[in-house]
């Protein structure tokens, strides 16, 4: 039997979705990749603006796709950012470094998008509002429904589609810390998400909420406007606490209560006022187009059930989600499920069956409990183990990751959590590539 050609919707034109259209054309399907904005990048599109509601909270406020700020510069090193045959190199923008600023990245996902023909696909300022499954000529397909904004060139419409791709990445809708007296709380706050400068902070007491990595960059970024920057966390370990410190930023366990006074008060009963509250707390998987009449569905930040986080068993193959497991390499992690997803949509490679499916997704939240971790952890992966991403790239017939991947990604784990505060700029990876036996990986063409 020949090969199935299928039109296919894709939401979002970022790291993933950019990937997805390429892998479903390679594999002679016709791709139509839906896109809020009027650029292809997603979260590495710069946005100045901030959000109406700088918390998230109100479902219906302008969002604001990007969680970037100015400063940001990568934490993954670049030989580990690009896709397996479309390397990041470093002629981009200019920025030449192992750890570049954001806008090279942008550089380097508009060039992947031009050198592959793939803006042609792309229907730019196209927000998609509604995925809904819908017969069509007695076949089940899909209704996608978009709008477009903006005075003229206004528009809505619905088109009808054989698959969905869903790309629409997972930095954008805020998870915040509660606490006692949050709501009433008289200071400023924000999540990290509408974070973009750090002079706005200039001579104010902030304190940050969390213990990532962008609590962290973000409290390294305002350090030397404000006039004092705390940082709470809900972590107890005092080791875990001592690894991530900031020099210069006052640490406290997690806040008990805000009282109307605005006085914060933590849990060692300790307290302090300040004028800022920055939450730097994470985000929230978030569907809001997806009509699934609870087929597939966000509980407690587990996208459910998921066949090896792509597929929904009952839906499959023809509803997948790309770009959900974490932490990877965002782009080969994305251009492996791609090429998966387009192979099976194909018929090329075959899925098990529902139940099998539905089997393997038990076993898998089996495994989750086995390993202490909550229900909101149902996407993480191992650190370390990189067993999801062989294990596609095996159903793919491709070679496991390269052990030059493994290590330089475990070693970078370890330099975050470094005291030093200028690994970024002293860690030299192409000698340490060379200095491990791996050779180099040429990135100066
Ligand atoms: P996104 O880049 O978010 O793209 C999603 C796309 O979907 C966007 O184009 C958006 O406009 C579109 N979209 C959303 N909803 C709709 C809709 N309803 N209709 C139409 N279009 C829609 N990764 C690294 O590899 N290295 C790093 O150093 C790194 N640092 C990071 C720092 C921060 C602060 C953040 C937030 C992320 C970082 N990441 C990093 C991870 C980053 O998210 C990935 O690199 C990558 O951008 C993910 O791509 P994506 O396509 O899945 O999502």
């Known amino acids: 039997m020949g090969k199935l050609h299928v039109k296919v919707a894709v ?58 700020y100015w400063s940001l510069r990568v934490n993954l090193a670049r030989q580990l950012m690009g896709y397996s045959d479309y390397p990041f190199l470093k002629k981009g923008c200019g920025d030449s470094r192992d750890f570049p600023g954001h806008e ?131 972590e107890t370990n005092p080791q875990v606490v001592k690894l991530n410190k900031v020099s210069g930023v006052f640490q406290h366990p997690m806040i008990a209560c ?53 597929f929904p068993p009952s839906l499959a193959p023809w509803l997948s989600f790309i770009g959900i497991p974490y932490p990877t390499f965002p782009a080969q992690l994305s251009e492996l499920q791609s090429k998966w997803v387009a192979k099976v949509l194909s018929g090329e490679l075959v899925l098990p069956s529902e139940e099998e499916m539905m089997s393997s997704v038990q076993e898998h939240y089996q495994r989750i409990e086995e390993l202490g971790w909550p229900k909101h952890c149902t996407h993480k992966l191992e650190i370390g183990k990189f067993e999801y991403e062989n294990w596609l790239a095996d159903r793919l017939g491709l070679p496991s990751l390269e052990q030059w991947r493994e290590k330089l990604a475990l070693i970078g784990l370890e330099m975050l959590k470094s005291s030093d505060g200028n690994w970024k700029d002293t860690w030299d990876v192409d000698k340490w590539m060379q200095e491990e036996g791996f050779g180099k990986q040429s990135l100066n063409r």
């Open 258 to 310: 805000a009282k109307e006074n605005g006085k914060l008060v933590f849990q060692d009963e300790s307290s302090m006022y300040a004028d800022v509250i920055i939450h730097c707390t994470g985000y929230r998987y978030h569907y809001p187009f997806l009509k699934m009449e609870g087929l597939v569905c966000v509980d407690n930040n587990r996208v459910g059930p998921l066949y090896e986080h792509v």
């Open 104 to 234: 090279e990245v942008l550089w380097f996902l508009r060039g992947f998008a031009e050198d592959f023909g793939l803006v042609e696909l792309i229907r730019f300022g196209h927000e998609v509002v509604r995925v809904e499954r819908a017969v069509e000529g007695g076949r089940d397909q899909w209704a996608v429904e978009w709008r477009r904004r903006g005075g003229e060139e206004a528009a809505a419409g619905v088109d009808v589609f054989e698959a969905v791709v869903v790309c629409n990445g997972k930095y954008t809708q805020p998870k915040i810390a509660e606490f006692p007296g949050r709501s009433t709380w008289q200071g400023e706050q924000l999540h990290s998400h509408n974070y973009r400068v750090p002079k706005l902070y200039k001579n104010k007491i902030v304190l940050i909420i969390g213990r990532g990595i962008s609590a962290g960059e973000i409290a390294k970024d305002i350090l030397p406007f404000a006039r004092e920057v705390h940082q709470a966390s809900r």
């Open 11 to 68: 939401i979002g034109a970022g790291m993933a979705g950019l990937v997805a259209a390429r892998e479903l054309r390679r594999e002679g399907h016709r791709a139509v990749v839906f896109k809020r904005a009027d650029d292809v990048g997603g979260t590495w599109l710069y946005d100045p603006r901030v959000e109406s509601d700088l918390l998230g909270l109100d479902p219906g406020r302008d969002v604001v796709h990007a969680s970037m």
